[in-house]
């Protein structure tokens, strides 16, 4: 008995199941041809519908506005001006600006942010102006190297300068007096006291102002003495030091404070930085004519440079 009451239920509720809504396969899905134009998506040639006659009407092709171009299934639909029929809608449109405001910056968003502030016009005009005085008084195409241009030198005999400067200041430490060499040994010079004088000044005394400059550009023998070969300095190769004034007027000076033992370690390690800088570097210790300077030259040598 109970079994034929269940297989009288199935048979009454069998053809109910035909009204079930359930998903169409995409393959089932009738296809079309499509056109375009202003006013919308339109529809040509649509196949015959294959869906039951029991599928409620709001669900029928037939009662949509607009036919999706792929099939029927229900999928998200793209943004208003991602679809090129309706682009010229006046709807449309509103749509647009109305998305594209969801995604518009605050306007106290750069106020509310920590973000660096434009300097003021007076500061960058002096920065400016400082730029412009540096790029002025530069030589050797070196804003770091102050001075002015000479061009040829000419001197008795070989000596002479092919192109001479007379430098002022290098990386903003004075030179006194003026010093007239070649850019070669300009560069040098600048390269020494970025990588030699500064790091071992370290700041003392305010940093370094100043150097003493006891010889530069000269048209004679080696230590001045007679019969000797031309010095670098007939050249413009070669620059003497005797002291490092400070920021807060104290001198540091070769004759005085080579060996002591406030300043004797601090000159031992800026003479030592010029050692490849130059070509040959000479000190105290090298003779009694350096008893009291540093000698700087550019002349190279196949063994390297000669430090002594």
Not at 133 to 156: N, S, W
Not at 165 to 183: I, N, Y
Not at 225 to 248: N, P, V
Request: charged residues 20%; glycine residues 8%; contains cysteine.
């Amino acid at each position: 008995m109970m079994l034929r009451a269940g297989l009288l239920a199935c048979l009454v509720t069998a053809p109910l199941a035909a009204q079930d809504i359930r998903p169409v396969a995409r393959s089932a899905a009738p296809q079309h041809a499509v056109t375009w134009s202003e006013d919308g998506l339109k529809a040509i040639g649509v196949a015959p519908l294959a869906f039951p006659q029991q599928t409620p009407a709001a669900l029928r092709p037939d009662h949509w506005d607009i036919v999706a171009p792929a099939s029927y299934a229900l999928r998200p639909e793209p943004r208003p001006y991602e679809r090129p029929y309706l682009a010229h809608g006046a709807q449309t449109r509103a749509l647009y600006r109305a998305e594209q405001n969801l995604f518009a910056y605050s306007p106290y968003a750069i106020l509310r942010s920590l973000r660096p502030q434009l300097r003021p016009a007076s500061v960058a005009a002096a920065a400016q102006a400082r730029r412009i005085a540096r790029r002025r008084g530069q030589v050797c195409g070196d804003p770091a190297i102050q001075g002015e241009a000479l061009g040829p030198v000419a001197g008795a005999g070989a000596c002479g300068i092919d192109q001479a400067v007379r430098v002022r200041s290098v990386s903003g430490v004075t030179l006194t007096p003026r010093a007239t060499m070649d850019c070669q040994t300009a560069t040098a010079l600048k390269s020494w006291v970025q990588r030699g004088v500064r790091p071992a000044i370290d700041g003392q005394g305010g940093g370094a102002a100043s150097l003493r400059v006891v010889s530069h550009y000269a048209c004679r023998n080696r230590n001045n003495q007679s019969g000797a070969r031309l010095s670098e300095h007939a050249y413009g190769r070669a620059i003497d030091i005797a002291g490092i004034k400070l920021q807060d007027g104290r001198e540091i000076t070769v004759l005085s404070d080579w060996g002591s033992a406030a300043h004797g370690a601090q000159l031992r390690r800026i003479w030592r930085a010029a050692c490849g800088i130059f070509g040959t570097v000479l000190g105290p210790e090298a003779n009694r004519f350096h008893r009291d300077h540093f000698h700087f030259d550019t002349a190279r040598y196949r063994s390297g440079s000669y430090c002594r």
